[in-house]
């Protein structure tokens, strides 16, 4: 099946650094999303960028798209506690279904 | 803010057993799906949901699962005859119109242990 792929599956960091998450995706897509998860509690929509779009921006997150290279990134910067969660890219083929990729856990240093 | 909800937050069952997942969509919301993560793996697409029937299944969701809106609020996910492998966090989601460049909505989840 297609689905996203993150990359790295891990990564720690101290408060105020700047963490990147990247994903990659097989064949077209409609759009890409970005979401965080808290321990134990569900997905929360962070950002979607369409196919069209090469770059958004929301605070601190910044999300970039490069469909000749099937694949996205998403940046964190200015890090805080706070942001320590799982990171999920979702792809939406046009198929009413999103496909997840396996997340990225980040832990945020104080 | 709105949001989706789920309950129970907690489920366990007998294997064998049948189990009912709740959910409360958001308000305004018309499309609906299930999705479902096993432990350590990726949060897999079981079923989207609009106009009262079925838009698209994947191939997890066989004879065993059933969706439903039994009413204008709540969204069910049935599993008929539970087996181990069953044993997941189940998320329920919605988005208000077609989906289609719309982001996804989803609730807290429940975890299905079956034993």
């Known amino acids: 099946s297609q689905q996203g792929e993150e990359d790295p599956q891990a990564l720690s960091i101290q408060e105020g650094e700047n963490a990147t998450m990247n994903c990659s995706y097989k064949?077209?897509?409609?759009?890409l999303q970005w979401y965080r998860q808290n321990s134990g509690r569900g997905l929360v929509h962070l950002i979607l960028?369409?196919?069209?779009?090469r770059e958004k921006h929301s605070g601190r997150l910044r999300v970039t798209l490069d469909t000749s290279k099937k694949s996205s990134s998403l940046l964190i910067t200015a890090s805080r506690a706070a942001d320590t969660a799982s990171y999920f890219c979702?792809?939406?083929?046009?198929?009413?279904?999103?496909?997840f990729g396996k997340g990225n856990q980040v832990v945020v240093i104080p | 803010e709105p949001e989706v909800t789920q309950t129970p937050s907690h489920q366990v069952t007998q294997m064998g057993q049948e189990v009912i997942l709740r959910c409360v969509p958001i308000?305004?919301?018309?499309?609906f799906y299930w999705y479902r993560q096993i432990l350590g793996q990726k949060v897999e697409f079981l079923v989207s949901?609009?106009?009262?029937?079925?838009?698209?299944k994947s191939e997890i969701f066989d004879d065993q699962f059933s969706v439903e809106r039994p009413d204008g609020s709540n969204f069910t996910l049935k599993i008929r005859s539970t087996k181990l492998e069953d044993s997941a966090m189940y998320f329920c989601?919605?988005?208000?119109?077609?989906?289609?460049?719309?982001?996804?909505?989803f609730g807290d989840g429940t975890r299905l242990s079956i034993l």
């Open positions: 989601a919605s988005t208000m119109t077609t989906p289609s460049n719309q982001p996804q909505h």
């Open positions: 064949t077209s897509i409609n759009n």
């Open positions: 960028i369409r196919s069209n779009e």
């Open positions: 979702a792809t939406d083929y046009g198929n009413n279904r999103l496909a």
């Open positions: 308000s305004n919301h018309l499309y």
């Open positions: 949901f609009y106009n009262n029937e079925i838009s698209e």
